[in-house]
C-alpha cells in the first residue's frame, strides 16, 4: 500500500471531457499530474500550460512516469491504450463504456485482475449527490422509469445513443436491482446520425423488476428524470433541479389519505471531483472500485442486449 506521497497520474485524450479529468487532478492535493497526452498537438499544449504540466502526443510516453492514468479518447480506443496500460502496471480509469465490444471488456476485466491493478469505468452518475443520498432508501424496487434527454452535440456520435447516454441509467440501475437481465424488448431510430438518436428499451430483471428507460440525443431540451416503484415508496430524483420526493407507503391500518411525502434537496456537487478522488483513494489503499471493470461489463452486456434490437 503506497502511502504520503502524492500519486502520479496522467490524462489521455483532453478534449471536452479528458480536459476536466486533468483539471480535477492538477487541483487535486492527493495527485501530481505528470502529463496530459492528445494526438492534437496543439490541443494538448494548450491544457499543459495551463495546468503547468507536460505535453505529449504518444501516450507510451507516460510508461514509467505515471501509477494511474486517465482514458478519454474516443471509445473505438479504449481497449487498446487501457490494455497497454494495464500491462504495463498502471491503474486505469476509463471513461464509459468500457469498451464498444464485449469480448474486448472481459479481455480487459481479466487482465486487470491478472495484473492486480486497478481498473474503474467513468459511469459518473453513480457519483451523482442525488444518487448517493438516495441509494440507501432504493430497495427492492419493481418499476423503474428513466428520461435521459439531451439536445444534440458531436460528441458522443461514434456510439449509438445507448452507448452514449443511456449506458449511464443502465448502469445505475444494475447497481440497485442487483438481478440477472431476464428479458430486453427495444425500438430506436436514427435521426441526425448514420446510428440511433432516440431508443426506449423495457428490462425485464429476474427478480420481477421492470425498468422502462428512454433516451434521446435529438431533443429541444435537457432532462434527467428517473422514478423508482417499490413495496413500501415512490421515490423520483431530477438530477438537473437537484430534487427528490418520496412518497412513503402507509402503515397497515392507515388510509390512502396518510401516504406521507417528503421533499428532498440535493445539495450541489461535484461527481466528476468525486469519482476521481475515490480513483486516487482505490489507488492507494488497493480497494475495489465503486464502479469496477467488472461493473462497467456488466452495464455493457445490458447496453448490447439492447442495441441488438435497434
Not at 173 to 185: G, H, N, Q, Y
Not at 236 to 257: E, T, V
Request: charged content about 25%; overall charge neutral; aromatic content about 6%.
Amino acid at each position: 500500500m503506497m502511502t504520503g506521497a502524492k500519486i502520479l497520474v496522467g490524462v489521455v485524450g483532453v478534449g471536452y471531457l479528458g480536459k476536466f479529468h486533468a483539471e480535477k487532478y492538477a487541483a487535486s492535493n492527493k495527485a501530481t499530474l505528470v502529463g496530459v497526452v492528445d494526438v492534437n498537438e496543439e490541443r494538448a499544449l494548450e491544457i499543459a500550460k495551463n495546468l503547468r504540466t507536460q505535453a505529449l502526443t504518444d501516450y507510451r510516453q507516460l510508461f514509467g512516469q505515471v501509477q494511474c492514468v486517465s482514458i478519454a479518447v474516443p471509445t473505438q480506443l479504449h481497449y487498446r491504450i487501457a490494455r497497454d496500460f494495464l500491462e504495463a502496471g498502471v491503474d486505469v480509469l476509463v471513461e464509459k463504456p468500457l469498451t464498444p465490444d464485449i469480448a474486448e471488456a472481459r479481455d480487459l476485466v481479466d487482465l486487470a485482475q491478472a495484473k492486480q491493478r486497478i481498473l474503474q469505468v467513468g459511469h459518473l452518475e453513480r457519483f451523482n449527490p442525488a444518487i448517493r443520498r438516495l441509494e440507501s432508501v432504493i430497495k427492492e424496487p419493481k418499476f423503474v422509469e428513466c428520461h435521459r434527454l439531451a439536445p444534440f452535440v458531436d460528441r458522443g456520435t461514434d456510439v449509438d445513443v445507448v452507448l452514449d447516454l443511456m449506458i449511464h441509467d443502465i448502469d445505475v440501475i444494475a447497481s440497485l436491482v442487483r438481478s440477472p437481465v431476464k428479458r430486453v424488448e427495444a425500438v430506436g431510430v436514427p435521426v441526425l446520425t448514420d446510428k440511433p438518436d432516440i431508443a426506449n428499451a423495457r428490462i425485464a430483471f429476474a427478480d420481477g423488476c421492470i425498468a422502462n428507460v428512454t433516451s434521446s440525443r435529438v431533443s429541444m431540451k435537457r432532462e434527467r428524470k428517473v422514478r423508482f416503484f417499490q413495496p413500501d415508496a415512490y421515490i423520483s430524483i431530477d438530477y438537473d433541479q437537484r430534487r427528490a420526493q418520496i412518497f412513503h407507503k402507509p402503515p397497515p391500518g392507515a388510509g390512502w389519505l396518510d401516504i406521507r411525502g417528503e421533499n428532498i434537496e440535493i445539495k450541489e456537487g461535484d461527481a466528476l471531483a468525486d469519482e476521481i478522488d475515490s480513483f486516487l483513494n482505490c489507488v492507494r489503499t488497493r480497494a475495489l472500485p465503486l464502479v469496477s471493470g467488472l461493473e462497467g461489463l456488466r452495464a455493457l452486456e445490458i447496453a448490447s442486449m439492447i442495441s441488438s434490437q435497434l
